[in-house]
């Protein structure tokens, strides 16, 4: 694991930092301008997130 990449679950999506969090950007496409409540990464590497009331999203990881 990358201890420099951070993954936020917030009030309008997820987000992305690659430098220990000095900066963020908006990470993944098509997820909705949400509340994320709950973030997991699975074994294959894909993040996972449950939002507030408009379900569950899986954001495939580049190859």
């Keep these: ?3 420099t990449h951070l993954y936020a679950g917030t ?3 997820v987000f992305l930092s ?6 963020w950007n908006q990470y993944g496409t ?6 994320v409540f709950d973030l997991a990464i699975s074994s294959d590497g894909h ?3 449950a939002t507030h009331g408009r379900g569950f999203y899986e954001i495939v990881k580049a190859p």
Aim: proline letters at 5%.
């Design 11 to 13: 009030d309008r999506g």
């Design 30 to 35: 098509g997820l909705p301008d949400v509340a």
């Design 47 to 49: 993040l996972r997130a």
């Design 1 to 3: 694991a990358d201890s």
């Design 18 to 23: 690659t430098d220990g969090g000095t900066t």
